[in-house]
Nanobody, 126 residues
């Protein structure tokens, strides 16, 4: 069973930036649709950004458009999420997710996921 591992979370001041990375254990992430989700207590896990490596399509939630950028690093077998202009509403646990057969939009909008990472915490606070 594939395992996903997130890294790069932490605490940052409002307006700051963080870069999250998702790596795969014994799998090639290019063969999957990979997404980033986030969750705060009492709320559903929401799709932030997803990427389909096969066709290059990406999806961004409205709340992060223009601030976040998802990308693949094939040499390192990672999918990264660059997060800029962070604000308090971005505070959450961020999860990496994978599915082999869905689309970027379907994964993010309808949580079509077959594997989850353990999550990494992002705190935006002064």
């Amino acid at each position: 069973q594939m395992q996903l591992l997130e890294s790069g979370g932490g605490r940052v001041q409002p307006g700051g930036s963080l870069r999250l990375s998702c790596s795969g254990s014994e799998v090639t992430l290019n063969d999957y649709v990979i997404g980033w989700f986030r969750q705060v207590p009492g709320k559903e896990r929401e799709g932030v950004s997803c990427i389909n490596s096969r066709d290059g399509n990406t999806y961004y939630a409205e709340s992060v458009k223009g601030r976040f950028a998802i990308s693949r690093d094939s040499t390192k077998n990672t999918v990264n999420l660059q997060m800029n202009s962070l604000n308090s509403e971005d505070t959450a646990v961020y999860y990496c997710a994978a599915d082999r057969f869905t689309s970027a939009q379907s994964m993010c909008r309808f949580r079509v996921v077959s594997a989850w990472g353990q999550g990494t915490r992002v705190t935006v606070s002064s």
